[in-house]
């Protein structure tokens, strides 16, 4: 083979986190290369087996340094962005990975002459109390400016094998006394499967989508914070009761959390004031056509997945039977 019959190369920023993983996986199936662009190279071999010999090769980047970007785009006809952050730590704060990267990706991808798929988030907005739907709003302003035929996609939470919010709240359920529905447990969410987001993502790659344009993912059904809580317990077979915990003090708990050094809090002031405004896919992307169903996908329900990776919180794992609950 020539080098002017290769497949397209992709340069997958983020290839190695939760939804990264499952778009390298979806883009090796239709026979694309793929340079994975990671902060940690030695960590992220596991993905090299999704893809023939040779197909996936892992370069390290990061976000917040320029000369990284550049070398990890080199040579791509199309990039895909998957960083994001849900909390600071060190370095890594929001408008340095998810405003100044996404930034830097973009003037990457259009200095190379590469189309771009970013993924963002539904609750982007450049008003928002919270750091990081404020960095997500500027991150999206900055691509269009930059690459006006870029393609971003705004996911509500997103449940997979490898998710934070499903595992998290199934793992706390073992051992805490409750589970907290923060502000009363009313926030509304819209839980897409990482398969359909990966599914999206990979149809931006394949020029399926609509240059500069907006989608909005979500799942079939919207579901408070007290029913995906609920609809978890079902699952792995636990009753614990729920507590409701208000806004503030929720807040003042994760503000104190978050000033412990080395432990992960449970919840972190910015996470609260997202969960103040429902995460759904708004009526104007329904009314434009700008959804999953709109580019021909059949969103996945959760209760057909959630059972297969929370098996392993119940009681007696998979031996636990119906009806069991602890």
């Avoid at 002017?4 to 239709?30: D, E, M, Q, Y």
């Avoid at 302003?141 to 996911?155: E, F, G, N, Q, T």
Wanted: glycine share 10%; charged share 20%.
């Amino acid at each position: 083979m020539t080098l002017s019959n290769l497949p397209p190369l992709v340069t997958v920023f983020g290839g190695s986190g939760f939804i990264g993983r499952h778009v390298v996986r979806v883009l090796a199936k239709r026979g694309y290369r793929i340079r994975v662009a990671v902060r940690r190279p030695d960590l992220a071999g596991f993905l090299q087996p999704q893809g023939n010999l040779g197909q996936i090769s892992i370069v390290q980047a990061n976000v917040r340094y320029r000369n990284s970007i550049d070398r990890a785009v080199e040579g791509a006809q199309h990039v895909v962005n998957c960083v994001g952050i849900l909390a600071e730590s060190g370095r890594n704060k929001f408008d340095a990975v998810q405003e100044f990267g996404a930034k830097a990706i973009a003037e990457a991808a259009r200095g190379v002459g590469a189309s771009l798929t970013h993924i963002s988030a539904i609750g982007a907005n450049a008003n928002s109390a919270s750091a990081y739907a404020r960095t997500k709003a500027r991150a999206e302003a900055a691509i269009l400016s930059i690459k006006p035929d870029a393609v971003i996609l705004r996911p509500s939470i997103v449940f997979g094998p490898e998710d934070g919010f499903f595992n998290k709240f199934a793992d706390m359920s073992r051992t805490a006394p409750f589970l907290p529905l923060v502000g009363g447990g009313q926030t509304k969410f819209q839980p897409v499967y990482v398969e359909d987001v990966a599914e999206a993502v990979a149809r931006g790659v394949d020029g399926k989508l609509k240059a500069g344009t907006i989608y909005e993912l979500g799942g079939p059904e919207v579901l408070t914070f007290r029913e995906c809580l609920e609809t978890t317990l079902s699952v792995i077979n636990r009753k614990k009761s729920l507590v409701s915990l208000p806004f503030g003090l929720a807040s003042f708990i994760g503000g104190i959390a978050s000033a412990v050094p080395f432990i992960t809090p449970p919840i972190t002031p910015d996470q609260v004031r997202l969960l103040k405004h429902d995460n759904v896919v708004s009526k104007e992307a329904e009314a434009e056509g700008r959804t999953l169903k709109d580019i021909g996908l059949m969103p996945t329900l959760l209760i057909s997945v959630l059972p297969s990776y929370l098996v392993r919180y119940r009681p007696q794992g998979q031996f636990t039977g119906s009806g069991k609950a602890a």
